[in-house]
Structure formats: C-alpha cells, structure tokens
C-alpha cells in the first residue's frame, strides 16, 4: 500500500480538524445548553418550592380563617338563641301584663268622672250633717232630709238613719 498523497493529508488533516473544531463548537454549545437547562430547571424548582410554600400557607389562612368563623357562627348561634330566649321570656311578661295595662288604661278612661265624684263627696263631707236643730221631717208627708237605702224592707220603720256622707278610703 501507498502512502497517501500529501494533499490528501492535508485535506484529511484540515477535515479532522474542523471536524474536531466542530465537535469542540458544539460540546461547548452542549454544555452552555444543560448550564441553562439546569438553571432553568433549579429556578423552576426553586419557584415551584415557592409555590408549594405558598399554596400549604395559604391552605393554613384558609383552615384559620375558616376556624374563626365556625367559631364566631357559634357564637353568633349562642346570641341569637339567647336573643329569642329573652324575647320569649318578654312576650310572655307582655301577655301577662296586658290584662293589667288594660285594666289601667280603663281606669285612665274613667279617672275624670272618679275625680268629679269624689270632688262632689268632698264637698259634701266639708259640708258635713245636718244640725240637731233641723227637723227631720219639715213638712208631713213631704220630702226627707235623712237619705236612706230604700228595698222595701224599711218602710215599715218608722225611724230612718240620718245620711252621713264622707269617704271611707
């Protein structure tokens, strides 16, 4: 076998070298690819650890915030039943004192001729009985001056009590 000719080495020798250039291009290429993509890939990470820290403390706010308003559902349970309790207990007093505030009411309406009366029954007692001098009957058969109950039962008496008017209050 024969050697080769030498610008057949030449040519190999450059080929091999710019094919060595090129494996050298590309393995730097190669490897700046996988310094990214491991960059890339540690952010990632780093963000989805992120993320994940995150979303458990978000899921604990949403399990406290949820445990506060059970708690503050309760609460609020416990006031109204105590509300509708103290309510009941209100109506129940109302109906039981509105017998009682209408019975008021009636006196309220009836107070001013109360008044009267007994302004009229004050009046007759500051005017007082009648002096032993006056006869008890002025004329035969005409009008009394003593005021009695009259049922029937007394008209065979021939001696009538004297009306004395005053207030037994």
């Known amino acids: 076998m024969s050697a080769p000719p030498p610008l057949q080495i030449r040519e190999a020798n450059a080929h091999l070298a710019a094919v060595h250039r090129r494996a050298a291009e590309l393995e730097a290429r190669l490897d700046a690819a996988e310094r990214t993509v491991r960059t890339q890939a540690e952010r990632l990470a780093r963000h989805d650890q992120q993320l994940r820290a995150a979303l458990d403390e978000l899921g604990r706010a949403k399990d406290r915030e949820i445990a506060a308003l059970q708690e503050q559902l309760l609460t609020s349970e416990a006031t109204v039943q105590s509300l509708q309790a103290a309510v009941c207990q209100r109506d129940k007093l109302i109906r039981q004192l509105q017998p009682r505030a209408e019975l ?42 003593h005021l009695a109950n009259s049922t029937g039962e007394e008209e065979d008496r021939d001696h009538l009590q004297p009306a004395v008017f005053g207030t037994t209050v």
Do not use: F, K, Y
Not at 123 to 143: D, I, K, T
């Open 104 to 145: 008021l009411q009636d006196i309220c309406r009836r107070r001013p001729p109360l008044a009267g009366l007994m302004a009229t029954l004050a009046e007759a007692e500051r005017l007082g009985p009648l002096p032993a001098n006056v006869p008890s009957h002025p004329l035969p058969g005409g009008p009394s001056s």
